[in-house]
């Protein structure tokens, strides 16, 4: 009855959201009176990976193919299969994210596995197994539950805070028979968008600019605001269409959906299909000169005034406070 | 190449969200149904262009839905496509829509199955990569291109921090997003011709659910917006520490 989470990594490093997955596996094993198995596929260091014991992973099994290295949804989809097949476990947590939405629903169809995709809450075991998600882009919750026996869960990134504890998980190989066919996409080139900037989707923090910013010529102070934070950088639709940012950083109903801590909203309206991907973010800061903006309506906080004054003043605020915490 | 584009139902994006019987159903009183918008501007034009450009002989639409989703398959059809498929049932659970589709599409020798990144009513993102499982198909998620030739597909998919460009064989499956195509509207011609194309409605497998929906629920209203001036953004920077906790 073990639960099988999947224990993402990229060339090496575990990132945060992974341990929060392993973590959210393994606080769900305890209250069902059963242990989490953390696996990993493709080219990794034992060292690495027996510290996902610290997040509760009871052990992990390492599938060291290295034609894994890269996502390739059958070809996950059998060895996480294998695994649960091994362990005869009934529930198999993923992230909800490029990975876990091109390999969950796999398995969850070749299991029968009801699946729940991105969940928000650990599942509620005294109505059933109940999970808390989003829907209707951040608009509304609902809480579904898996009534088959076979159960998948994909987990909103970013959803519960994360503690290191104690511990190393001993790592064992696993051996999975693949065949040409789980290989069947080839990745011919990769495209990274810039090499140390944080990716927006995993973002904590995300300072973003719209039309009313007036320029390319005025995302200085943005990347400015942004640095002193430590956060990552999104723009509203007409930003990314006039070319005055990358498309990547678009965000909104057409553009990518983010759930970040803190999303600080400069010179952007507000309008309806730009909330429609960030309205999940935690705390909302909206800088606009216009007090009747609708985005103040969906604030936390907001100030009022002209974005170029404001925005070197508050990071210059923030540099403050980051100094003072130092000292 | 045969295609099939699955078309999916949603309330557009400015409806008002309510729930009814006891939370339990979203309330569809007053709520204008669309297209969903990735499936509209992205599956089904890039289906289109490729019938257009010579590598498709046939582009054919499914949906899984009763008899009030008629209007919407037609806009589709008016966009474009031969004919339209309505497999006569409705579900939450995308299990049941996807082994739906399976059962139909198995024996009609599909080589390009193209669905949406995501439903913007329950934003799963899932039923294209379980197709994929159940007609043993390969897939790829989250495409902004993609181009045929001699039965390979060369895809850009985005990944984390960055975009990768994948080749797979037929048969295939792709969840669609920006990037793919240009949207179309619908012009006179084609809104009288889907009136005069085959919508052939098929009796449902009668799949079982796997996860059922308890109840839904609004999020807390903000409790209002609380403001600063540009003379004291030092306090906004200690409420986001020491109230709100995300610095
Ligand atoms: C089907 C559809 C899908 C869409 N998808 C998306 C999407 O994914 N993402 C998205 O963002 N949009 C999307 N849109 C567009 C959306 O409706 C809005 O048009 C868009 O979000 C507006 O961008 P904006 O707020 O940057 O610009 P504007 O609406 O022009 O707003 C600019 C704001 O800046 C303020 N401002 C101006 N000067 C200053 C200054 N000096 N200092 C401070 N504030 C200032 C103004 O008061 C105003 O509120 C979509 C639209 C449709 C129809
Ligand atoms: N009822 C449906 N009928 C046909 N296709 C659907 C249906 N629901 C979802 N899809 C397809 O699957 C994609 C992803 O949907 P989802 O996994 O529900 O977010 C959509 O963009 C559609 O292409």
New binding site residues.
């Given amino acids: 009855m073990s639960i099988i989470v999947l224990a993402e990594h990229s060339q090496n490093t575990f990132k945060k959201k992974t341990f929060e997955a392993v973590q959210y596996a393994a606080t769900l094993a305890q209250s069902m009176g059963t242990s989490a198995t953390a696996l990993v596929l493709g080219s990794a260091d034992e060292s690495a990976m027996q510290q996902l014991g610290a997040y509760g992973a009871q052990k992990v099994w390492h599938v060291a193919d290295s034609r894994l290295d890269n996502l390739n949804s059958r070809a996950y989809t059998k060895a996480i299969a294998t695994a649960v097949e091994k362990a005869g476990a009934a529930i198999v947590i993923t992230l909800h994210d490029v990975t876990g939405k091109a390999v969950a629903p796999r398995l969850a169809a070749r299991l029968k596995a009801g699946l729940v995709a991105g969940a928000i809450s650990q599942p509620d075991l005294s109505k059933g197994f109940v999970i808390k998600k989003s829907v209707f882009s951040g608009k509304a919750f609902s809480h579904i539950n898996i009534t088959s026996d076979k159960k998948v869960v994909t987990l909103m990134p970013n959803s519960f805070p994360v503690k290191k504890g104690e511990g190393t998980a001993a790592v064992e190989k696993l051996e999975v028979a693949f065949d040409d066919k789980d290989f069947g996409v080839q990745v011919k080139e990769v495209k990274a968008v810039s090499g140390d900037s944080i990716p927006l989707p995993e973002a904590e923090l995300v300072v973003s600019g719209?039309?009313?910013?007036?320029g390319p010529e005025n995302w200085g102070v943005l990347e400015n605001l942004a640095q002193s934070l430590g956060a990552a950088l999104a723009c509203?639709?007409?930003?990314a269409d006039s070319h005055w940012r990358p498309h990547h950083e678009?965000?909104?109903?057409?553009?990518g959906t983010i759930r970040p801590n803190l999303y600080i909203a400069?010179?952007?309206?507000?309008?309806?299909?730009?909330l429609?991907?960030v309205n999940s973010s935690k705390t909302i800061v909206v800088?606009?000169?216009?007090p009747e903006?609708p985005?103040f309506k969906a604030a936390d906080y907001g100030v009022i005034?002209?974005?170029?004054e404001i925005v070197p003043k508050l990071t210059e605020a923030v540099k403050k406070f980051k100094a003072e915490q130092a000292g | 190449m045969k295609i099939l584009v699955c078309i999916s139902q949603v309330p557009d994006?400015t409806s008002k969200i309510a729930f009814s019987d006891n939370n339990t159903s979203f309330s569809t009183a007053g709520v204008t149904m669309i297209i969903n918008?990735y499936d509209e501007w992205y599956s089904l034009v890039r289906a289109l262009e490729l019938k257009e450009g010579g590598q498709a002989a046939a582009v054919h639409l499914i949906t899984v839905g009763k008899a009030d989703t008629e209007p919407v398959i037609r806009k589709a059809l008016a966009i474009g496509g031969d004919e339209a498929i309505r497999i006569d049932t409705d579900s939450n659970d995308p299990y049941v829509i996807a082994a739906e589709i399976a059962a139909y599409a198995q024996n009609e020798g599909y080589d390009l199955v193209l669905c949406g990144k995501e439903t913007i009513d329950y934003n799963n993102g899932v039923v294209g990569a379980m197709l994929a499982e159940m007609l043993d198909m390969n897939y790829v998620g989250f495409a902004s291109k993609l181009d045929i030739a001699g039965g390979v597909a060369t895809i850009h998919r985005e990944i984390e921090g960055g975009e990768e460009v994948d080749s797979a064989t037929l048969p295939l499956v792709v969840s669609c997003q920006k990037g793919m195509a240009e949207a179309r509207i619908p012009n006179m011609r084609g809104i009288m011709a889907a009136r005069t194309k085959p919508l052939k409605i098929v009796a449902p497998a009668a799949i079982q659910p796997l996860t059922a929906i308890d109840s839904f629920e609004m999020p807390p209203a903000k409790t209002g917006v609380k403001m600063f001036t540009i003379d004291n953004l030092n306090e906004l920077v200690s409420a986001l520490h020491n109230e709100a906790k995300v610095i």
Avoid at chain 1, 236 to 239: A, E, H, L, T
Avoid at chain 1, 266 to 274: D, R, W
């Fill in positions: 719209g039309r009313g910013m007036k509203s639709r007409p930003v678009h965000v909104g109903q057409t553009g400069v010179g952007i309206s507000g309008a309806i299909q730009h429609a991907g800088i606009n000169k216009d903006a985005f005034g002209d974005a170029l | 994006t918008p």
